[in-house]
């Protein structure tokens, strides 16, 4: 099976950034652009059919969560449900203290939002993570106390993929009282996320890096938690996300869940073949050059993070038309500056520049993977 948007281009190793809609998808959603067109709150014949796709595709992003369809609230994307998430439930829970914690190498959607309850007067603490990008639970059980209201910690990371403890520090969380939030942006679809296993309260789901469009996410709200919205008006999503459904790609993110909860058994295995595959060929091309960046075992299966010494990765990815990939640098005003997750992991400034961000997924092949390590590997040397 092969992708329409990527047969004639270079090799795409961004998946992390974002997924084309599978054809699945967009066959799904198109009858809700065109004959479908109503609004699923009006009481008359052209509601009924996209009522009954928004409830159909709330119970397709529940089953993927392996959860109830009543504790799904759809939203316009991530940084939108984790602005929820977060904001949502410390405001709504403010006789639970004014504590939040957090890590460093999270999605500037969680870092901003703490940094700006910080100025309405909550206490954040930043834990630390270690040289594989994880976090030590012990620290997470220092820094608590019966204050924190919120712990967020993400599923797995965009960049190095490193996947945190989750059922460990949301158990922590509970002990003293407080939620726990994950952005699992880069796992829903990728790795099985079974909610009550993980004993998350809160859970942020992204389209566009499951084969959705962008634009549309969910919310995992367990019962029981309360919330406050940040969007207010209709009293669409129970009240807690106003504006009429997006009935389109509500659709479309139901039916990426389920072609997700369908093929993820397969694809666990084949991305992190693939990915180690790229990683072994890199690193037999250039003995001795290759340091792999994230965790070794706990890791997205079709992210690899490297770092070729005495490169420089913007500038070899730039000097490679063939592949279309991410090193993690930022660029502010024409100085770049390293991965502030590398950054974060102590890595040295060299070595985070050379990172190279490969990440695969649905539509990538054995062949993409040798042509892509061979043109990377003549470019270094
Ligand atoms: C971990 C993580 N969280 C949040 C987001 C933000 O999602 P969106 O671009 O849909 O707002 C992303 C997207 O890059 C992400 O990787």
Redesign the pocket.
């Known amino acids: 099976m092969s992708h329409p948007a990527l047969d004639d281009g270079p090799i795409y190793l961004d998946y992390?950034?974002t997924t084309p809609v599978d054809p699945r998808v967009l066959d799904a959603a198109l009858p809700y652009l065109t004959t479908h067109f109503g609004n699923p709150s009006s009481a008359h014949h052209y509601a009924a059919a996209p009522r009954t796709a928004v409830a159909a595709a709330r119970r397709r992003v529940a089953d993927l969560l392996r959860t109830r369809s009543d504790q799904i609230i759809f939203t316009g994307?991530?940084?939108?449900t984790?602005d929820l998430a977060i904001r949502g439930s410390v405001l709504a829970n403010r006789d639970r203290g004014d504590g939040v914690i957090t890590q460093v190498t999270e999605?500037p959607?969680v870092l901003a939002t703490c940094r700006s309850l910080e100025t309405d007067g909550f206490q954040v603490t930043y834990l630390p993570v270690d040289g594989h990008g994880r976090v030590d639970p012990a620290d997470l059980s220092h820094a608590i106390s019966d204050r924190t209201a919120l712990v967020s910690i993400?599923a797995g990371n965009?960049e190095t993929g490193t996947l945190q403890p989750i059922a460990e520090l949301a158990a922590i969380a509970h002990s003293h009282g407080a939620m726990f939030h994950t952005?699992a942006?880069?796992a829903v679809g990728k790795i099985h996320i079974h909610v009550d296993e993980l004993g998350v309260d809160l859970l942020?789901v992204?389209g566009?890096?499951m084969y959705a469009p962008?634009g549309v996410?969910a919310l995992y709200l367990r019962s029981g938690t309360s919330l406050q919205p940040t969007i207010r008006g209709g009293g669409q999503e129970r009240g807690l996300r106003a504006g009429t459904e997006n009935v389109a790609l509500v659709v479309a993110l139901g039916a990426a869940a389920t072609i997700a909860a369908e093929e993820i058994q397969g694809s666990v295995t084949r991305l992190a073949g693939l990915r180690d595959r790229l990683h072994h060929r890199l690193a037999e091309r250039l003995p001795g050059r290759v340091e792999l960046n994230g965790h070794p075992t706990k890791r997205l299966p079709g992210t690899l993070n490297i770092s070729i010494a005495g490169t420089r990765g913007r500038e070899l990815l730039a000097s490679i038309p063939g592949i279309a990939a991410a090193t993690g640098s930022a660029c502010h005003e024409g100085v770049h500056q390293p991965s502030a997750v590398l950054t974060a992991m102590g890595l040295t400034a060299d070595r985070a520049n050379a990172a190279l961000r490969l990440t695969l997924g649905r539509w990538t092949t054995e062949a993409e993977v040798d042509q892509a390590a061979d043109l990377i590997a003549a470019r270094a040397t």
């Open positions: 992390n950034a994307g991530g940084s939108e984790d999605h959607a993400m965009a952005d942006a880069q942020t992204v566009h890096k962008k996410g």
